[in-house]
């Protein structure tokens, strides 16, 4: 079956503009959740949606937003760009319960 | 900040067996211990799951001490392709599940 498809692999953005990153789940997973790479930080948890709703959210300022869709497919939404937001940031779908999560290859973002 | 201890990076001969330990002593008694790896660049990758009882599955074995403060990854015949940074995560399930990832093992696989 489909992996989790993250859409654009690459993208490069100006200071003070604004992005949407998609994600679609696994087909079948109700669970999306949504995670920032850094060189500095790791990896970090943005927010987790389920069934529309937000069900968890990182530590993470207003400008990231998220929601997802009824047919689970998920976007993420970050504003006024900083230079520091350049990252990867990674989709994850899950089936639910204590299954594992299933993560895309990431979109590459470069704020410039 | 994570709730597990790992060594920073380990090294193995192909075809050994990678024993990966995890250090979570702080797990409560209904987060799971998760493990996942990531290749360079690529999205972090499931690999095997448990609570209390130890696991197997295609690609490796979970084992879980009797207390649950500590585990171990193990992969049984590592190839180079195995080279990665291997994450330990214990973590709830449902409405407070995600991931928090410390910065892992790097495992490398050397010929």
């Known amino acids: 079956k489909a992996g989790v498809t993250q859409t654009p692999r690459y993208l490069i953005k100006t200071r003070g503009q604004q992005v949407t990153l998609s994600c679609s789940p696994i087909s079948g997973h109700r669970s999306v959740s949504w995670y920032q790479q850094t060189p500095g930080q790791g990896l970090q948890f943005l927010f987790e949606y389920f069934s529309e709703t937000q069900r968890n959210k990182g530590n993470f300022p207003g400008r990231f937003s998220g929601r997802q869709f009824s047919n689970s497919r998920s976007e993420m939404n970050v504003s006024t760009l900083e230079l520091g937001d350049s990252a990867l940031y990674l989709c994850?779908?899950?089936?639910?319960?204590?299954?594992?999560?299933?993560f895309g290859s990431g979109t590459r973002l470069t704020v410039v | 900040d994570a709730k597990t201890t790992q060594p920073t990076s380990m090294d193995c001969a192909e075809g050994r067996a990678a024993n990966l330990p995890c250090n979570h002593s702080?797990?409560?008694?209904?987060?799971?211990v998760y493990w996942y790896r990531q290749i360079h660049s690529q999205g972090p990758q499931y690999i095997i799951h448990?609570?209390?009882n130890n696991e197997t599955n295609e690609m490796a074995s979970l084992i879980i001490t009797e207390d649950r403060k500590s585990s171990t990854l193990i992969l049984p015949h590592a190839t180079l392709r195995d080279t990665a940074v291997y994450y330990c995560i214990v973590s709830y399930t449902g409405a407070n599940s995600k991931l928090t990832f410390g910065k892992g093992i790097t495992l490398s696989v050397r010929p």
């Open positions: 702080t797990i409560s008694g209904n987060e799971y």
């Open positions: 994850a779908s899950s089936g639910g319960r204590s299954d594992g999560y299933t």
């Open positions: 448990g609570l209390k």
